[in-house]
């Protein structure tokens, strides 16, 4: 990869809520299949989903139920106690033994017979070296998917604003932004007006841009923003 030009000591990681997503993804495929014959797992999804300190009372009273019917000998059960194996993996001391707990959890798995839980082991397999990186690197990269989320959220609301206010609109929507430091005078205006066809506007489309932020954040923008936005005029 180009980054390795940039960055020679870089090493891909696996962060475990993208191996877990793998694995629920896989547990969850299970789940459907068998309630197709078994009505007894219908309308139960997130209890073979949410860890167990998530669980309401009911989910796990529901839980206890499935588990005390082993006689029943439930394919989801099992996948859901190899997703819970494996989380519990994450907890090794050391590097040797999340390695071996890993090709212990590997070879279970991979020879299940459930191939949505053995087509989860291949997905592991073929991105072993990442994963295990991870026990060195404890990356875990769940504050950039948030920003992500927002910024994503954000290139929606900024349809029909243009392009080169998608870059402010991100900012406000993610910048911690002091909104008591304003010009209260500029904002009267904007809080008050909106453009009519053939009324002056100092910019129309930078207007248009508080517009946005006053329907978004129900909050006046900062001054500097409005003195950046405004000084292209």
Request: charged share 25%; with cysteine; glycine share 4%.
């Amino acid at each position: 990869p180009v980054i390795f030009n940039y960055l020679p000591n870089a090493r891909i990681t696996f962060d475990k809520f993208h191996v877990m997503k793998i694995i629920n993804g896989s547990v969850d495929q299970v789940r459907r299949e068998e309630a197709k014959t078994n009505p007894i797992l219908k309308k139960t999804r997130y209890i073979f989903l949410k860890n167990e300190d998530n669980l309401t009372k009911k989910q796990l009273e529901k839980k206890q139920e499935l588990l005390d019917m082993k006689d029943l000998n439930l394919k989801s059960i099992t996948a859901l106690q190899m997703r819970e194996n494996f989380q519990q993996i994450y907890h090794a001391e050391d590097k040797k033994t999340f390695v071996a707990l890993l090709e212990s959890w590997y070879l279970w798995v991979s020879q299940s017979g459930m191939t949505p839980m053995e087509d989860a082991a291949k997905t592991i397999k073929n991105h072993w070296d990442g994963i295990v990186a991870w026990k060195e690197s404890q990356i875990n990269n769940g504050i950039l998917e948030g920003l992500n989320s927002v910024v994503q959220a954000a290139k929606r609301k900024a349809r029909g604003y243009g392009r080169k206010h998608f870059k402010t609109i991100a900012y406000l929507m993610t910048g911690k932004l002091d909104f008591t430091k304003i010009n209260k005078a500029l904002f009267a205006l904007i809080m008050r007006r909106s453009p009519r066809s053939g009324s002056h506007c100092p910019n129309e489309p930078e207007f248009r841009v508080f517009r946005f932020v006053r329907m978004t954040l129900q909050k006046p923008v900062p001054s500097q923003i409005a003195s950046q936005i405004f000084s292209r005029n």
